[in-house]
């Protein structure tokens, strides 16, 4: 007996919601009497009954008939739900809820909050460069610097990380300018550099090339005993 019960249990089958619909429901501004209401309407779809009635629904709530046929009206009108006319194979008219525009409501409401939180890490992230600058500078940046800072981000599209590797460089190179950082700024661009990897792997290699040329140079001078400390000359390129 007690496995025919169980039986039965597991032939009624479960429903799959979407995590992001419990969690934002109230932004939504749905009530939980609202939630519960779409679920069992979710619940009917899955299972073939595809236009309950507010008798049906209210079944399986804590209200009657009338009340739940308010909520419903309030779904539609509020565009959570929409009733769509369809026939069937013997081109029999009928109704059915849909729940697309739940859905959509849920789908926008995600790429909105993604979006808010993209912003807020582009904003942590400027925030940081313009920390880092004023660092490196042992200074507060003056409006010029502020608005080059942000003419490299807005107009020439530079990520905030390419503008401070090329700080890096500079301070490698012991010319901490912006005339210097927006040079190798330049050359990142034209070389096609668009991460940190590939901006450390090109210094690397032109510092390689410098310490080559510049080894060259001292063997080939007598008076030659020190040799200098290779930078990445940018400016010169």
């Avoid at 050359?187 to 032109?206: D, L, P, R, V």
């Amino acid at each position: 007996m007690n496995k025919t019960i169980m039986l039965k249990w597991l032939q009624e089958g479960s429903i799959s919601i979407p995590t992001a619909l419990l969690t934002h429901y109230k932004t939504l501004k749905l009530t939980e009497q609202e939630l519960v209401l779409l679920l069992h309407i979710n619940s009917f779809l899955e299972k073939g009954n595809e236009f309950p009635t507010p008798t049906e629904l209210a079944s399986y709530m804590t209200m009657d008939a009338r009340q739940c046929h308010e909520m419903l009206s309030q779904l539609i009108k509020r565009g959570f739900i929409s009733i769509m006319d369809g026939n069937n194979e013997n081109g029999i008219r009928f109704e059915q809820y849909s729940l697309e525009p739940l859905w959509n409501k849920l789908i926008d409401l995600y790429l909105f909050i993604n979006k808010q939180e993209k912003a807020k890490e582009a904003e942590k992230a400027e925030t940081d460069l313009y920390s880092c600058f004023e660092i490196e500078f042992g200074r507060p940046l003056s409006p010029f610097e502020i608005e080059t800072l942000g003419m490299w981000m807005d107009d020439d599209q530079h990520n905030p990380t390419i503008i401070k590797a090329a700080l890096r460089e500079a301070v490698i190179s012991g010319k901490i300018n912006f005339r210097y950082i927006d040079r190798i700024l330049f050359e990142w661009k034209k070389s096609g550099i668009q991460t940190i990897q590939q901006a450390k792997n090109h210094g690397k290699k032109f510092r390689q090339n410098q310490q080559s040329t510049i080894g060259k140079g001292a063997e080939s001078s007598v008076d030659s005993t020190v040799k200098s400390v290779p930078f990445y000359n940018w400016l010169d390129q």
